[in-house]
T-cell receptor, first 109, second 114 residues
Framework: GQNIDQPTEMTATEGAIVQINCTYQTSGFNGLFWYQQHAGEAPTFLSYNVLDGLEEKGRFSSFLSRSKGYSYLLLKELQMKDSASYLC??????????WGAGTKLIIKP | ETGVTQTPRHLVMGMTNKKSLKCEQH?????MYWYKQSAKKPLELMFV???????ENNSVPSRFSPECPNSSHLFLHLHTLQPEDSALYLC?????????????FGPGTRLTVL
């Protein structure tokens, strides 16, 4: 079966760095997406990785290892507004997104 | 962000009611999606439309009926729902459903079935 695993909840301190991991097993692979979702709001696109390596976009970076079925989202210089859920999703061979349950990130002052 | 809009934002209905959810995208995309999001569960894909044609029905009960009159509008008609159907219903769009295109989401309709 298809499966995406990510931690349910993480806590970090304002100004610090946090890494949110995602492991996956899917039928085919056409890329991995990270989305941010604030409570009661739409998921918003953060990053897309289809090749191995690190993609950096401002304070956020995303890493992919296809051989290990593993990705992480790295958030630097954490701000209170980064408190949200972070959703990992893999696009399978049919170009459908398979979603993890999301990681709720709590930022403390 | 007004790329994808959804109405209403909140809906409370009884099990015998009929209601419709509306989604509109202003991004010039050709694919539209309905997802169900329940607390602490992964997003569940319900329906996919590509160029107004339904390409995916993910074993969704017939009490949910989608309609896509054109590439910019998507509806979800609801009738005789169950309390377990209470959830956040998200609409999304992408350039095409047959490629690795990013999906953009609306804010969702929070549905409560009494």
């Amino acid at each position: 079966g298809q499966n995406i695993d990510q931690p349910t909840e993480m806590t970090a301190t304002e100004g610090a760095i946090v890494q949110i991991n995602c492991t996956y097993q899917t039928s085919g692979f056409n890329g991995l997406f990270w989305y941010q979702q604030h409570a009661g709001e739409a998921p918003t696109f953060l990053s897309y990785n289809v090749l191995d390596g690190l993609e950096e976009k401002g304070r956020f970076s995303s890493f992919l290892s296809r051989s290990k079925g593993y990705s992480y989202l790295l958030l630097k210089e954490l701000q209170m507004k980064d408190s949200a859920s972070y959703l990992c999703a893999v696009m399978d061979s049919n170009y459908q997104l398979i979603w993890g349950a999301g990681t709720k990130l709590i930022i403390k002052p | 962000e007004t790329g994808v809009t959804q109405t209403p934002r909140h809906l409370v209905m009884g099990m015998t009611n009929k209601k419709s959810l509306k989604c509109e995208q202003h991004l010039g995309h050709n694919a539209m999606y309905w997802y169900k999001q329940s607390a602490k569960k992964p997003l569940e894909l319900m329906f996919v439309y590509n160029f107004k044609e339904q390409t995916e029905n993910n074993s969704v009960p017939s009490r949910f009926s989608p309609e896509c009159p054109n590439s910019s509008h998507l509806f979800l008609h609801l009738h005789t729902l169950q309390p377990e159907d209470s959830a956040l219903y998200l609409c999304a769009s992408s350039q095409d459903s047959g490629g690795p295109d990013t999906q953009y989401f609306g804010p969702g309709t929070r549905l409560t079935v009494l």
